[in-house]
């Protein structure tokens, strides 16, 4: 029992780390430019196979240094092309954009790589269990928490230490002023944008090596990273972290006493911080308005 | 006499209300200028216009010889216009020290240390939270935080506002020690006696409109223009 327990929170905790990867990037586009990026999970693909694509000629870690960065520049240029010319308008305008560019990537993968899930090998070393008692846990599952605890405290202390980072979190607040003090805005915009997809694309090689690629796998990730950002408080990228992890551990835990829940779970939970309190655990109040 | 900024004939809409109709002003260089009026007489709107905020439909704006009507905001910024904007707008969300952090870089005199130097209340505030200060505090945050862009004309929209009298004294003699630096200054206040002790030239804006233009001084000696601009707080001012 406390085996199977174990599993199941560890493998929420997994999840969540996904989840939290995915929502910050999301959070940030979110903050600063009021776009609410449905595309996200697309870009998670876009970096699974760019990940599949180079690894036979460069393996899994020149993959895994090499399509971030990569995604983040196809990301740089939907933003400069698509998304740019929408910023003025109504955000509806940008999450229809994003929406239908969901699809594109969803469809435009599966055109090119085949419906089938592709496989990336990760190094063998990785692939072993830790020991035999705890057989669930392999070297990649800790490996993966590794990789985005890193990514998580880089993302921290650039946006608490750099002039960029402040200047984004200044912008969230008041992007007319940051202006009136001589930043470009736009460019302000495009960096913290790239910034962003760049976690999509990370997230998107951690995934190849543990589930596989899918052409629909954004998908499924994209839905529980909003819930984490709104249970965690629109606004708040340490509410964002919490609520990632409170969730995949919550479905994890589910998963072992009531699995037809585990997706469920998260939904209910969403439901009851909205009631009890309508900002999020780390939300301020009228950070929306 | 040279101009740091020109403008000639602006006029800027809120949505389909017309707000300034053909406002045209200079600010010499070196210089103070005041732009007084009541409440709702565009002076804000001026500015706006004048930074980009707000951009104005027509007319046309020149700074230190460049036609910056149609740039954006960041631009006319960095081409060294330091803007205090009205109630502040400090980052809530940043410490006083990061909010420092937020400017430009230009290059000039103006570094965090100089501004520490300048108001020693923010360095010994530096890890407070700008949602933390008090509204003297926030102003002389705005402003340094706009001379940090090392401006050569520094625009400030009623820094006096709100704040107690010893602190308005403070302000304003801030604004003076400015000029004394060479920066062109353009001054919106509601506090029309005190501005127009400063001021070199100014300006009454009164519904969109240029009532008055001329030189602080001939401004100051008209008595009932004043106290009509000014109100009875005014007088207040004047006994500290």
């Known amino acids: 029992m406390w085996q199977l327990l174990l599993f199941n929170v560890t493998n929420g905790l997994i999840i969540g780390a996904f989840y939290v990867l995915m929502a910050l990037g999301l959070s940030l586009i979110l903050n600063l430019s009021n776009v609410?990026?449905?595309?996200?999970?697309?870009?998670?693909?876009?970096?699974?196979?760019?990940?599949?694509?180079?690894?036979?000629?460069?393996?899994?870690?020149?993959?895994?240094?090499?399509?971030?960065?990569?995604?983040?520049?196809?990301?740089?240029?939907?933003?400069?092309?698509?998304?740019?010319?929408?910023?003025?308008?109504?955000?509806?305008?940008?999450?229809?954009?994003?929406?239908?560019?969901?699809?594109?990537?969803?469809?435009g993968t599966r055109f090119i790589f085949g419906p089938q899930g592709k496989p990336v090998t990760i190094p063998a070393f990785l692939a072993q269990p830790l020991s035999n008692e705890l057989f669930f846990i392999t070297g990649y599952r800790l490996f993966m928490v590794a990789v985005v605890v890193i990514a998580v405290a880089l993302l921290f202390l650039l946006l608490r230490y750099t002039r960029l980072g402040i200047r984004i979190r200044a912008g969230t607040l008041d992007l007319d002023t940051v202006a009136a003090l001589g930043i470009n805005v736009q460019m302000l915009r495009s960096l913290n944008f790239a910034v962003g997809i760049f976690l999509a694309g990370l997230s998107g090689v951690l995934a190849a090596g543990q589930l596989g690629l899918e052409p629909t796998m954004g998908t499924g990730l994209l839905m529980p990273s909003f819930i984490a950002i709104i249970v965690g408080g629109i606004g708040s990228l340490p509410g964002t972290l919490a609520g990632g992890l409170l969730i995949g551990v919550a479905s994890g835990l589910t998963a072992v006493f009531f699995p037809a829940a585990s997706e469920a779970v998260i939904y209910v939970m969403m439901a009851v911080v909205l009631l009890l309190r309508p900002r999020g655990l780390f939300g301020e109040e009228g950070m929306m308005s | 006499m040279t101009a740091a900024l020109t403008a000639e004939g602006l006029h800027t809409y809120y949505g389909k209300s017309h707000i300034?109709?053909?406002?045209?002003?200079?600010?010499?260089?070196?210089?103070?200028?005041?732009?007084?009026?009541?409440?709702?007489?565009?002076?804000?709107?001026?500015?706006?216009?004048?930074?980009?905020?707000?951009?104005?439909?027509?007319?046309?704006?020149?700074?230190?010889?460049?036609?910056?009507s149609r740039w954006p905001t960041f631009r006319v910024a960095a081409s060294g216009v330091g803007y205090v904007p009205e109630g502040r707008r400090i980052f809530a969300n940043l410490s006083v020290e990061e909010n420092l952090k937020v400017p430009l870089e230009r290059e000039g005199p103006w570094t965090i240390e100089r501004i520490y130097q300048l108001f020693p209340r923010l360095e010994e505030r530096k890890s407070n939270r700008g949602?933390?200060?008090?509204?003297?505090?926030?102003?002389?945050?705005?402003?340094?935080?706009?001379?940090?862009?090392?401006?050569?004309?520094?625009?400030?929209?009623?820094?006096?506002?709100?704040?107690?009298?010893?602190?308005?004294?403070?302000?304003?003699?801030?604004?003076?020690?400015?000029?004394?630096?060479?920066?062109?200054?353009?001054?919106?206040?509601?506090?029309?006696?005190?501005?127009?002790?400063?001021?070199?030239?100014?300006?009454?804006l009164d519904d969109g409109i240029v009532v008055y233009s001329g030189t602080a001084k001939e401004l100051a000696a008209d008595e009932g223009r004043v106290r009509a601009l000014a109100g009875a707080s005014a007088e207040e001012w004047t006994l500290t």
Request: proline fraction near 5%; glycine fraction near 12%; hydrophobic fraction near 45%.
């Open chain 1, 36 to 107: 609410i990026n449905f595309a996200h999970g697309g870009f998670l693909v876009i970096g699974g196979y760019i990940a599949y694509t180079i690894t036979p000629y460069i393996g899994f870690w020149g993959a895994l240094l090499l399509a971030p960065p990569l995604t983040a520049i196809i990301g740089l240029a939907v933003e400069r092309v698509l998304i740019r010319p929408l910023y003025g308008r109504d955000p509806l305008y940008s999450l229809l954009l994003t929406f239908g560019l969901a699809f594109m990537i969803e469809d």
């Open chain 2, 20 to 68: 300034l109709h053909g406002v045209s002003l200079s600010v010499a260089e070196g210089k103070i200028t005041a732009l007084l009026g009541r409440n709702g007489a565009g002076k804000t709107t001026t500015l706006r216009s004048l930074m980009g905020l707000t951009p104005a439909r027509e007319g046309r704006i020149t700074i230190f010889g460049e036609d910056t």
């Open chain 2, 131 to 204: 949602r933390q200060l008090s509204g003297g505090e926030q102003e002389m945050l705005s402003i340094g935080r706009a001379l940090l862009l090392n401006p050569r004309l520094l625009i400030l929209d009623e820094p006096s506002q709100g704040l107690a009298p010893l602190i308005v004294r403070e302000v304003f003699r801030i604004v003076q020690q400015m000029k004394a630096e060479g920066i062109s200054v353009l001054l919106v206040e509601q506090n029309a006696r005190m501005s127009l002790e400063i001021a070199d030239n100014a300006y009454v």
